[in-house]
């Protein structure tokens, strides 16, 4: 079974431009969950899907939104980046959303840098 | 709000040594925990959650509710344990994400 897939592995922007990064999940699972993981902050939740629906939002400012196609893939936007949003973006899936999810599945991750 | 505090960033420990990572939570219900763990170029993944109440690759973990901690011990590191750790915190009420404490990282000296 493939395992979750994020495109692009990495990616360098300045500030000012957006971008967009993809995730699919694992077949099958039709939850996905996205994190931005930092050296100081570790990993901190951004939002969740399921069928197509956004369930959780944590709290990131407007410019990240993300959003959830039929076939469960994933993606989020970052508008308007800052330096800050330098990080790697980890998507994971899940077979389901809600209490007790169980084992979150992620990717490799999309590194983005901001310059 | 839920939190989940590792108070080690960095904790070294010689081979063969014991090694305990901390962990502590605050949430007023009875949550889920795990531990994940992120080995080099690797994916994150799951190591063990409190519900399994099982050991995995050596390591074991108690969910101490008076003192709401989670701990993860192992008595004999290796140095494959070298990675990174992250505690992570499920709270037991409607549909809400894995909250996930700041990591530990664990380095084995041979």
């Known amino acids: 079974k493939a395992g979750v897939t994020q495109t692009p592995r990495y990616l360098i922007k300045t500030r000012g431009q957006q971008v967009t990064l993809s995730c699919s999940p694992i077949s099958g699972h039709r939850s996905v969950s996205w994190y931005q993981q930092t050296p100081g902050q570790g990993l901190q939740f951004l939002f969740e899907y399921f069928s197509e629906t956004q369930r959780n939002k944590g709290n990131f400012p407007g410019r990240f939104s993300g959003r959830q196609f039929s076939n469960s893939r994933s993606e989020m936007n970052v508008s308007t980046l800052e330096l800050g949003d330098s990080a790697l973006y980890l998507c994971?899936?899940?077979?389901?959303?809600?209490?007790?999810?169980?084992?979150?599945?992620f990717g490799e991750g999309s590194r983005l840098t901001v310059l | 709000a839920q939190r989940v505090t590792q108070p080690e960033k960095l904790l070294s420990v010689f081979k063969g040594a014991p090694v305990e990572l901390k962990c502590n939570y605050s949430?007023?219900?009875?949550?889920?925990l795990f531990w994940y763990v992120q080995y080099s170029r690797q994916r994150l993944q799951l190591l063990l959650r409190h519900i399994s109440r099982e050991s995995i690759k050596g390591f074991t973990a108690d969910l101490n509710k008076g003192e709401t901690s989670f701990h993860l011990k192992k008595p004999f590191a290796q140095e494959e344990d070298s990675a990174m750790y992250y505690c992570a915190l499920q709270p037991n009420s409607g549909n809400t994400p894995l909250v996930f404490g700041k990591g530990t990282r664990l380095s084995v000296i041979a």
């Open positions: 994971a899936s899940s077979l389901v959303a809600g209490v007790n999810t169980g084992e979150l599945f």
């Open positions: 949430y007023s219900g009875s949550p889920e």
